[in-house]
């Protein structure tokens, strides 16, 4: 007669691999919640600049402004594009911008804001800007966010 085994084996379930998948789930939605929560806040960002009048030596001066980009300047505000190989021309909108500064330098002043990809650019517009001594201010800006020009009134 066989002996009956005086231990009973009764199947346990074994929930590692059941807290495995839930473990990668969970860290798989926690990286994609942090993704799309960076990539949601790195977008419409931006910044204004304003002239103010109370302070600095430009008190009395209004500004004007461009923006250095990859390739060429964009005179603001009628959005103009200017290419980086017409910088010295003498019929270019930005020559004339810097002829009415240089006849006006005692009301008025450039304002430069300079994109990572155009400073290159912003050398060239320096070199033109300051052998007609015309003041110079300049605001470095992040590529892809977004510029808000505002003058406040003197």
Known sequence: MPRRSA????PEP????FLSI??????????LIIVMTLQSLGKG???TILARPETGQNQQKQPRYVECQA???VIH????????ASLGSPQSPLETLLRQLARRKDR???????????????????ALVENRGIDLGYEPLEE???????TEAP
């Open 7 to 10: 231990k009973k084996s009764h």
């Open 14 to 17: 074994d929930l590692f691999p």
């Open 22 to 31: 839930l473990a990668c789930t969970i860290g798989t939605l926690i990286l």
């Open 45 to 47: 960002r931006s910044v």
């Open 71 to 73: 390739g060429g300047i």
């Open 77 to 84: 505000p009628q959005g103009t594009f200017v290419s980086s």
């Open 108 to 126: 008025e002043y450039l304002i430069v804001v300079v994109r990572p990809q155009g400073i290159e650019v912003f050398k060239q517009l320096r």
């Open 144 to 150: 892809g966010w977004r510029l808000n020009l505002k």
